[in-house]
């Protein structure tokens, strides 16, 4: 069966400083990774997706950048996090013509 | 650009009423998605909608699709406290990459 990882689970950050979130998937080979941010009460919004190794697409302007160094990985990264920067992170995976996405357990992320 | 409106945002009810959760998007799709988040938890997958007309029902949850009409809803019979979640819709812009865009989510809450 398929698993999905995401950590940490939580972390707090100040301004300015970097950060790297970690998404792993297991159980599949070649799948289609996203990564989504969720605002406090709010609707996720796509970031980047990715349909194999090194290959990313980026949907929103921001000073987030996504990497896939593997087939089952997929990071998160920024070199100085904003205040707006804080929220719920979550991998998703798909198989490659599959219908539906499979959520991770999330990265909450807290900017001060 | 695809805009995805659920209404209502808020929805407080009494066990055993019956409800429905509307889902509105702005261009042509026709794979529409229905999500469930606990709490601080991630997002499980409920249905996919396929195509005009499709039905989908599970227990107490039925959803449905009109492409034409560029709706979806989400009905909800004889409600119970433990269907207390935010739920989300999201529709397909991107077929091929699925690049889904969610509706702002309805936060329901069953009271006994």
């Known amino acids: 069966s398929q698993t999905i990882h995401q950590w940490p689970a939580t972390l707090v950050q100040p301004v300015g400083s970097p950060l790297s979130l970690e998404c792993t998937v297991e159980g599949t080979s070649n799948p289609n990774l996203y990564w989504y941010r969720q605002a406090a009460g709010r609707g996720l919004q796509l970031l980047f997706y990715s349909v194999g190794i090194g290959q990313i697409s980026s949907e929103v302007p921001q000073n987030l950048s996504a990497s896939r160094p593997q087939d089952r990985q997929f990071i998160l990264s920024s070199k100085k996090l904003l205040l707006s920067d804080s929220g719920f992170y979550l991998c998703a995976w798909r198989w490659e013509i599959g219908e539906l996405q499979y959520f991770g357990p999330g990265t909450r992320l807290t900017v001060l | ?112």
């Open chain 2, 1 to 112: 650009e695809l805009k995805v409106e659920q209404n209502p945002l808020f929805l407080s009810m009494q066990e055993g009423k019956n409800y429905t959760i509307y889902c509105n998007y702005s261009t042509t799709s026709d794979r529409l998605y229905w999500y469930r988040q606990d709490p601080g938890k991630s997002l499980e997958s409920l249905f996919v909608l396929l195509s005009n007309g499709a039905v989908k029902q599970e227990g107490r949850l039925m959803a449905s699709l009109d492409t034409k009409a560029r709706l979806s809803t989400l009905h909800i019979t004889a409600a119970v406290h433990d269907l207390s979640a935010t739920y989300f819709c999201a529709v397909d812009r991107f077929r091929r990459a699925q690049k889904l865009v969610f509706g702002q989510g309805t936060r329901l809450t069953i009271n006994p």
